[in-house]
């Protein structure tokens, strides 16, 4: 059955539209290659280029003799890797109390934690801003890692994951053996809700490697922020970016996404379906 | 609750109930209250504490350093009848529905569409669902230089058919056809891999019985797929407008450019100053820490109001 729709003249008709969106999908990446292979006066040149250049190397040079690329890249990368370790440990052991166990205030709190959900991010950003001051934060990473702690997006999705996948006789034959609270979450849950973890650490990695708006205000030293927010001073304010830099910059700064993208991609797309129709 | 000895107790018969802990009181529960409280002091920290402080901000005067002056209602006035505010609100709708529209009706053909292809199916889900993990500042440098007035792709394809060129971004449309083409890319796949999940619920047996019906594929379409979908469609809507609406990094990096005074500014003749923006330049840029309480407060208001609106409107259709 499955072989007879894809096939005919109308298969061919749709799958060119398919790919034509496909080369729509990728055509700016494609773009940001060429950029990156070619010096500023030739990309502002007509007609345009097509084909990759010679010149990634040079732009290359320039781009570490003007951003400390890897000093950023560090950065990026311990906010986004302590964040994911926190999250998918917060996140999994709260969830696994809302979904196995009851206690007062059970209702309440769960009901709470959504209503929390609905808060847009800038309500709280000047206050936020003021507190972390007060604190010492401002300018370092801690101000980027610590609120991002623990997400009652997180909660609420492995919550749903552990309701069904840690089945109650699991729970009941582990505390017959005397196992208490914490050994019950990491050798009765843990394992059976890794691929719920995998969809929860991917996610949360992708999002604090992209995040931008808070980490332009609170990473108040230009020399010490994350790659996202190098990248944009790199983009200039005076209308003369050197667009071949730029673009080998926002090129490197995509390859650690890809591979975490490439390695969890299965994970995610099918997850996010479910996740909506629920 | 605890007085029946759970081991008198058949094991299916626990099983039943979710996992009561034996013992009385709130004290005999605190390891699950520990398990649960790091989200909600962090909330307390920065979310609860937060907002309450930004509700009491917005009644005061504050440029951060100094102290605070009681200003009433003075800043929720200013803010009725200040234009800027009032534009921002009218870019930040103009740029959602140039986005919002085409995105939908792409999202949805592309879905029906995979629904149909089988082959390959994964393959295109892949590289449909990479532009919305690619980061906007890389994306917004990116379409930056496609919409470059001088020898940007874009206005080298116009010259390419013979049209003129368009300083698309230094005029009031162009800039918020930028910004939407922009947005549109990022989200379309993203949107046509979840209207994917909606189709793939409809039962088969709802399309045989059309096609002995008769029904081609535009009436099976628009009798069977849409009603079908409109959960989906809900949940897209929603969540566009909630995202939509609180656009900032889209045009702050675009326009950065072409900003002289300030990089929140929006481009020339702040045609792309959204809401956020708006936020952000009278907060950072003017340290108006009262004024930016009760515009971030206006922006909720317009975000909740506008999310209602569209739940209605698609609702209503589908009681008809």
Known sequence: MASIKGSGRRGIALHTVLVIGLLLSA????????????????????????????????????????????????????????????????????????????????????????AIFMVPAQLAAIPQFVIMAKL??????????????????????????????IHDELMDASRLDGAGFMRQYWHVALPVVRPGLAFLGIFTFMGQWNDYAWPLIALTNPDNVTLQVALSQLNGTHGTTDYGMVMTGALLALVPLLIVFAIGARQIIGDLGKGAIR | ????????????????????????????????????????????????????????????????????????????????????????????????????????????????????????????RFAYFLPNVTSIVAVAIIFGSVFSTNFGLMNALLQAVGLDQ?????????????????????????????????????????????????????????????????PTLLFVLVVSTVTGLQSFAEPQVLLQTTANESTYSGGPDHAGRTMVLYFFQQTFDNNDFGYGAAVAWGIFLVVVLFSIINWRLVQRRGEE
Request: glycine share 6%.
């Open chain 1, 27 to 114: 055509f700016p990446f494609y773009w940001a290659v060429i950029m990156s292979t070619h010096t500023s006066t030739e990309i502002f040149s007509y007609p345009p280029k097509l084909v990759p250049g010679s010149h990634f190397l040079e732009n290359l040079r320039h781009l570490f003799d003007n951003i400390d690329f890897f000093g950023s890249m560090f950065n990026s990368l311990l906010v986004a890797v302590s964040v994911t370790v926190l999250v998918l440990f917060f996140d999994s052991l709260a969830a696994f109390v809302f979904a196995k166990f009851q206690f007062p205030g059970r209702r309440v709190l769960f009901a709470l934690m959504m």
């Open chain 1, 136 to 165: 010492g934060w401002i300018g370092t990473m801690t101000a980027l890692i610590v609120p991002a702690a623990a997400n009652a997006f997180g909660i609420f999705w492995m919550r749903q994951y552990m309701k069904s996948a």
């Open chain 2, 1 to 124: 609750m605890a007085t029946a000895p759970l081991l008198e107790q058949p094991p299916t018969a626990v099983a039943e109930a979710p996992t009561v802990h034996p013992g009385k009181g709130i004290l005999s529960h605190w390891r699950l209250y520990a398990a649960i409280s790091p989200f909600y002091l962090l909330f307390l920290c920065f979310g609860l504490i937060p907002v309450g402080f930004s509700l009491y901000l917005s009644f005061h005067r504050w440029d951060g350093l100094g102290s605070m002056e009681w200003a009433g209602l003075s800043q929720y006035q200013y803010l009725l009848g200040d234009s800027d505010f009032w534009s921002s609100i009218g870019n930040t709708i103009i740029i959602w529905a140039l986005a919002t529209f085409p995105m939908i009706f792409l999202a949805m053909v592309t879905a029906v569409m995979l629904n149909s292809a089988v082959r390959f199916k994964n393959v295109y």
């Open chain 2, 166 to 230: 368009v300083a698309w971004l230094n005029t009031p449309w162009g800039i918020k056809v930028a910004i939407a083409t922009l947005m549109t890319w990022q989200w379309t796949g993203y949107n046509a891999i979840i209207f994917l999940a909606g189709l793939q619920t409809v039962p088969t047996e709802l399309y045989e019985a059309a096609r002995v019906d008769g029904a081609g594929p535009v009436q099976t379409f628009f009798r069977i797929t849409l009603p079908m979908l409109r």
